[in-house]
C-alpha cells in the first residue's frame, strides 16, 4: 500500500481530492518502530504528526510503580499527535508501539500548513480530537460509576466495533491483546479481568484463539450492558 493509497483511508485526510493527497503524501516520511519502541514520551516537544501505517500505537498515562493507564489503540489509517502541534505545548502522554509499527511522520510546519489551506483537514482534526474527548469522559464516568465488568463489557464491544474483524467463528479482536492491557484500559487489576474473560468464557461469548480474542457474539455481549 502506497502512503496515498493509507490517506484515503484516513479520516483525517480521506476526504481531499486526488491532487491534494499527492501533495500530502510528498510531505509524509516512513519510521518504522520495534514492538515496545515509544514514538514519543510525554514531555517531549511536538514536532510532527503520525499516522499509522502498519502496526499498532498505545497512547498511554504512566504513573508510579510502572502502572500505565491506555487511553487508546490506534490502527492503520488511524494519526496521533496533533494535540502538541495545536497548543505548542509538550506531549502530553507516551506513545508506544504495541508491534513492529510503521508510521508515516508529517512535520508540524507542514501539518499547520496544511491546516489553513486545506479547511476539510481542520474539521476532521477537531471531530478527532472530539472523539477522543467523548471516550475520555466516558472512561472517567466508568471509573467512577460502574463496575468492572461493565468496564471491561463496553471496552470489548468498542474494540470489536473499531478494530474486530468478522470471522466464521465470531469477531477476531487483533493484534495480540493481554489480560494486562486490558487491565491498564480499564482501571482494574489482572486478576479481575482474568475473572471476568473467565465468566464470559464459561457463557459463550469469549474465546481465545492463537493469542486473540474471539467475540463469537457480540449482540448478546452488546446486551450485557444495556
Do not use: W
Request: with cysteine.
Amino acid at each position: 500500500m502506497t502512503p496515498r493509497d493509507l490517506l484515503v483511508r484516513s479520516p483525517l485526510f480521506g476526504q481531499l481530492a486526488p491532487a491534494e493527497l499527492e501533495n500530502v503524501a510528498a510531505l509524509l516520511r516512513r519510521r518504522r518502530y520495534r514492538t515496545g519502541e515509544p514514538v514519543f514520551r510525554e514531555g517531549d516537544p511536538g514536532a510532527a504528526l503520525y499516522v499509522v501505517e502498519t502496526g499498532e500505537v498505545k497512547i498511554l498515562l504512566g504513573g508510579a510503580e510502572g502502572k500505565e493507564v491506555v487511553l487508546s489503540l490506534l490502527g492503520p489509517g488511524e494519526f496521533f499527535g496533533e494535540l502538541a502541534l495545536l497548543d505548542g505545548e509538550p506531549r502530553s502522554a507516551d506513545a508506544v508501539a504495541t508491534v513492529p509499527t510503521d508510521a508515516l511522520v508529517l512535520p508540524r510546519e507542514d501539518f499547520l500548513r496544511l491546516l489553513r489551506e486545506m479547511p476539510s483537514v481542520a474539521v476532521n482534526v477537531l471531530a478527532g480530537l472530539s472523539r477522543r474527548l467523548r471516550r475520555t469522559d466516558r472512561l472517567v464516568h466508568d471509573a467512577a460509576f460502574s463496575d468492572v465488568r461493565t468496564r471491561v463489557t463496553r471496552l470489548l464491544v468498542e474494540l470489536a466495533e473499531t478494530r474486530g474483524k468478522a470471522a466464521p467463528g465470531g469477531v477476531v479482536i487483533g493484534p495480540r491483546l493481554t489480560q494486562c492491557d486490558l487491565a491498564s484500559m480499564v482501571g482494574a487489576t489482572r486478576e479481575s479481568i482474568n475473572k471476568c474473560l473467565r465468566s464470559y468464557a464459561a457463557q459463550g461469548l469469549v474465546r481465545h484463539e492463537r493469542g486473540r480474542l474471539v467475540l463469537p457474539n457480540l449482540e448478546r455481549l452488546r446486551a450485557q450492558i444495556l
